[in-house]
């Protein structure tokens, strides 16, 4: 017998007793399900965090030299302890990485803290994230500039008090005004606006628009960091081959700054948006451990299912399986024809399964932060699956069914 | 094919059974021969092994012991493969319960030897078609069995006998199921296959239905008793 003639039968014979047929698989669909919304929401996580968070926190090609890292599952207090010990960075520390890089790249200092605007208008707002910054942060940055300009090296060298607001934080002050050239006072010190910069969104749930940049040597500098510190030294090479020359570049520079014997190891992190992905691969690493267990809990069961109905339609059809002999049919035609009807079934179980499974990581996608992304890949990888969990089902009923004595088969009821 | 060889040739056809402890001795020693275009009724109480000696006539069983030659192949000793072949192939069966497949539509049963021959979907459908129009269900094929009629999945079932032309017709109290009127219909239908050359060995216990077979072989306890032309079986 042939494989399009298998399955037209197998067709025929799940068709005729679609109620019982569909019971047969509910354990290949709830395995399958499960599969494809996990991995659609875990696979939606993953794009997120790679294209967009990871960009956005640390920037393309970009370096962040700071104390400590940003992200750290590491929770030990010793650890902890060791870092509070940690020296803080300073400009002199910029300075030189700027001067000992041996590649081409902009090198920028930020520092960042939180606090209240007031207009002058009276408007005021809380929770602002303050920034202050050399100039080369808004090309690091990649910030474009909405409304005015961004401020210079000069100003930031002179200490200017002037400001860039973030687009949230200017539409809340200043709604439907112009904010450029007013004042706007930052902990009771006067910074006039010469910028509102253009819309980012947000991520996972949080503004990106609302903060309010100003020079480095600012005013601002004494609200966000002690004297003459920075928060964060970033450096973005123009080449992104460039990337670990620069890494090492900047280390040597900070060994030696802080004068690190070779048997000490940094005080200082040195991050990247590649390096940030670690945190989340970690994370996703357990998910994909844990939970092949559960889908494969329910495949099992599923499969046991399926080779039960196998069974049981295998004995109904005692005399078929005689006439069909009787007629020409050899053992391995109805190994065959049993088997493909067994994968046909888990395989259809698997194409429900994979529908409901969309379904549902839309339905999550839709009434929850969380993105989800749905691979074609995981989609064959289920059929397969629920196909192989079909064969390997159908095994023994199949053998049981092939084994029949035609004679024997032809008297049965 | 050689027209002098035999349909069926039996040398000391043995068979015994295992029933427990006890062993049955279901044939001790059958010879038989059946000519091309020959219609033969089998016949014998219950007992007499004629339903063992059906089974190793249609391939569906191997003797204990003895010699089988099919259309001039020896079959005693073939595997299970070898014998679903031959049985596809060489014998075409019509059953007293008629078995046909239920949920199959009346052009499916009888395109089901073709399916298992290897021939294309084309070519089925057109000779189980053509087999259909023979019998005189042209108009039916699209039925199920259990919307057709006693003497209907008869003539089905011949149909599906028939459609891989081969060198038997085997047929278990093919009129069993069937009152008399349809049964004489279903004769009638096996006389004109006889008169078109088709070789027909015929199991019943039944002397009208025997009385359409020009020959009639009689069973008692495992061998033949009498093997004699028509008319005569009543005198023996």
Same mark, same amino acid.
């Given at each position: 017998?042939?494989?399009?003639?298998?399955?037209?039968?197998?067709?025929?014979?799940?068709?005729?007793?679609?109620?019982?047929?569909?019971?047969?698989?509910?354990?290949?669909?709830?395995?399958?399900?499960?599969?494809?919304?996990?991995?659609?929401?875990?696979?939606?996580?993953?794009?997120?965090?790679?294209?967009?968070?990871?960009?956005?926190?640390?920037?393309?090609?970009?370096?962040?030299?700071?104390?400590?890292?940003?992200?750290?599952?590491?929770?030990?207090?010793?650890?902890?302890?060791?870092?509070?010990?940690?020296?803080?960075?300073?400009?002199?520390?910029?300075?030189?990485?700027?001067?000992?890089?041996?590649?081409?790249?902009?090198?920028?200092?930020?520092?960042?803290?939180?606090?209240?605007?007031?207009?002058?208008?009276?408007?005021?707002?809380?929770?602002?994230?303050?920034?202050?910054?050399?100039?080369?942060?808004?090309?690091?940055?990649?910030?474009?500039?909405?409304?005015?300009?961004?401020?210079?090296?000069?100003?930031?060298?002179?200490?200017?008090?002037?400001?860039?607001?973030?687009?949230?934080?200017?539409?809340?002050?200043?709604?439907?005004?112009?904010?450029?050239?007013?004042?706007?006072?930052?902990?009771?010190?006067?910074?006039?606006?010469?910028?509102?910069?253009?819309?980012?969104?947000?991520?996972?749930?949080?503004?990106?628009?609302?903060?309010?940049?100003?020079?480095?040597?600012? $005013?601002?500098? =004494? *609200? /966000?960091?002690?004297?003459? +510190? #920075? !928060?964060? %030294?970033?450096?973005?090479?123009?080449?992104?081959?460039?990337?670990?020359?620069?890494?090492?570049?900047?280390?040597?520079?900070?060994?030696?700054?802080?004068?690190?014997?070779?048997?000490?190891?940094?005080?200082?992190?040195?991050?990247?948006?590649?390096?940030?992905?670690?945190?989340?691969?970690?994370?996703?690493?357990?998910?994909?451990? $844990?939970?092949? =267990? *559960? /889908?494969?809990?329910?495949? +099992? #069961? !599923?499969? %046991?299912?399926?080779?039960?109905?196998?069974?049981?339609?295998?004995?109904?059809?005692?005399?078929?399986?005689?006439?069909?002999?009787?007629?020409?049919?050899?053992?391995?035609?109805?190994?065959?024809?049993?088997?493909?009807?067994?994968?046909?079934?888990?395989?259809?179980?698997?194409?429900?399964?994979?529908?409901?499974?969309?379904?549902? $990581?839309?339905?999550?996608?839709?009434?929850?932060?969380?993105?989800?992304?749905?691979?074609?890949?995981?989609?064959?990888?289920?059929?397969?699956?629920?196909?192989?969990?079909?064969?390997?089902?159908?095994?023994?009923?199949?053998?049981?069914?092939?084994?029949?004595?035609?004679?024997?088969?032809?008297?049965?009821? | 094919?050689?027209?002098?060889?035999?349909?069926?040739?039996?040398?000391?056809?043995?068979?015994?059974?295992?029933?427990?402890?006890?062993?049955?001795?279901?044939?001790?020693?059958?010879?038989?021969?059946?000519?091309?275009?020959?219609?033969?009724?089998?016949?014998?109480?219950?007992?007499?092994?004629?339903?063992?000696?059906?089974?190793?006539?249609?391939?569906?069983?191997?003797?204990?012991?003895?010699?089988?030659?099919?259309?001039?192949?020896?079959?005693?000793?073939?595997?299970?493969?070898?014998?679903?072949?031959?049985?596809?192939?060489?014998?075409?069966?019509?059953?007293?319960?008629?078995?046909?497949?239920?949920?199959?539509?009346?052009?499916?049963?009888?395109?089901?030897?073709?399916?298992?021959?290897?021939?294309?979907?084309?070519?089925?459908?057109?000779?189980?078609?053509?087999?259909?129009?023979?019998?005189?269900?042209?108009?039916?094929?699209?039925?199920?069995?259990?919307?057709?009629?006693?003497?209907?999945?008869?003539?089905?079932?011949?149909?599906?006998?028939?459609?891989?032309?081969?060198?038997?017709?085997?047929?278990?109290?093919?009129?069993?199921?069937?009152?008399?009127?349809?049964?004489?219909?279903?004769?009638?239908?096996?006389?004109?296959?006889?008169?078109?050359?088709?070789?027909?060995?015929?199991?019943?216990?039944?002397?009208?239905?025997?009385?359409?077979?020009?020959?009639?072989?009689?069973?008692?306890?495992?061998?033949?008793?009498?093997?004699?032309?028509?008319?005569?079986?009543?005198?023996?």
């Amino acid at each position: 017998m042939t494989g399009p003639e298998g399955i037209r039968l197998a067709l025929l014979q799940i068709r005729s007793q679609k109620l019982k047929s569909f019971f047969s698989v509910v354990g290949v669909i709830i395995g399958v399900m499960f599969l494809i919304t996990v991995v659609s929401i875990v696979e939606g996580m993953n794009r997120y965090i790679e294209e967009d968070f990871a960009n956005t926190v640390y920037g393309i090609n970009t370096l962040t030299l700071q104390r400590t890292p940003e992200i750290d599952v590491n929770s030990d207090p010793d650890v902890e302890r060791a870092y509070r010990r940690r020296p803080l960075l300073r400009f002199a520390d910029a300075d030189a990485v700027r001067s000992d890089l041996s590649v081409p790249a902009l090198v920028g200092v930020t520092s960042g803290g939180q606090g209240r605007l007031v207009s002058d208008q009276g408007v005021e707002i809380e929770n602002v994230r303050l920034v202050s910054a050399s100039s080369e942060i808004f090309r690091i940055r990649n910030y474009k500039v909405e409304r005015g300009r961004a401020f210079t090296a000069p100003e930031d060298r002179a200490g200017l008090a002037v400001l860039v607001l973030g687009w949230e934080a200017a539409d809340k002050l200043f709604g439907t005004l112009d904010p450029i050239g007013r004042t706007v006072k930052v902990d009771r010190r006067p910074f006039r606006i010469i910028g509102v910069m253009e819309k980012r969104g947000s991520l996972l749930g949080m503004s990106l628009d609302n903060y309010a940049v100003a020079p480095a040597h600012s $005013a601002m500098a =004494g *609200l /966000v960091s002690p004297h003459n +510190v #920075v !928060g964060n %030294i970033l450096v973005r090479v123009d080449d992104e081959r460039d990337m670990s020359r620069a890494m090492l570049d900047i280390e040597a520079t900070m060994r030696v700054r802080h004068r690190l014997r070779p048997s000490q190891s940094n005080d200082f992190a040195i991050d990247t948006a590649e390096e940030s992905l670690g945190f989340w691969t970690r994370i996703r690493n357990i998910l994909f451990i $844990a939970f092949p =267990g *559960l /889908v494969a809990i329910a495949l +099992v #069961v !599923g499969g %046991i299912v399926i080779m039960n109905i196998m069974l049981v339609s295998v004995s109904e059809r005692t005399r078929e399986i005689g006439i069909r002999k009787a007629i020409g049919a050899r053992s391995a035609d109805i190994h065959f024809q049993v088997l493909v009807e067994s994968a046909m079934l888990s395989g259809l179980g698997a194409l429900i399964g994979i529908a409901v499974g969309v379904l549902l $990581a839309q339905l999550v996608r839709a009434v929850s932060p969380l993105p989800a992304s749905i691979a074609p890949l995981w989609m064959i990888l289920s059929v397969v699956l629920g196909v192989g969990v079909g064969v390997l089902a159908g095994l023994y009923p199949a053998a049981r069914a092939a084994r029949l004595d035609p004679v024997v088969a032809l008297r049965a009821e | 094919m050689n027209e002098s060889v035999p349909i069926i040739k039996t040398v000391g056809l043995k068979k015994a059974y295992q029933l427990g402890s006890e062993t049955v001795r279901a044939l001790r020693g059958v010879d038989l021969l059946v000519e091309r275009n020959e219609y033969v009724a089998i016949m014998g109480p219950s007992g007499s092994g004629k339903s063992t000696l059906m089974n190793l006539i249609g391939c569906l069983d191997t003797p204990t012991e003895g010699e089988y030659w099919l259309n001039g192949q020896p079959v005693s000793n073939l595997t299970d493969n070898e014998l679903a072949h031959i049985r596809n192939r060489e014998i075409g069966f019509v059953f007293q319960t008629f078995n046909l497949l239920p949920r199959a539509s009346a052009l499916h049963n009888v395109e089901l030897p073709l399916i298992y021959g290897g021939v294309n979907s084309k070519e089925r459908r057109k000779r189980a078609a053509e087999m259909l129009e023979r019998v005189g269900l042209g108009d039916r094929m699209e039925h199920r069995p259990s919307e057709l009629s006693g003497g209907q999945r008869q003539r089905v079932a011949i149909a599906r006998a028939l459609v891989n032309r081969p060198a038997l017709l085997l047929a278990d109290e093919p009129t069993g199921n069937l009152d008399s009127e349809t049964s004489s219909e279903i004769m009638v239908v096996f006389d004109l296959l006889r008169a078109e050359g088709q070789t027909i060995v015929l199991v019943t216990h039944e002397h009208d239905i025997a009385e359409h077979a020009a020959r009639t072989v009689m069973l008692r306890d495992g061998v033949i008793a009498s093997d004699v032309p028509r008319g005569q079986a009543a005198l023996v």
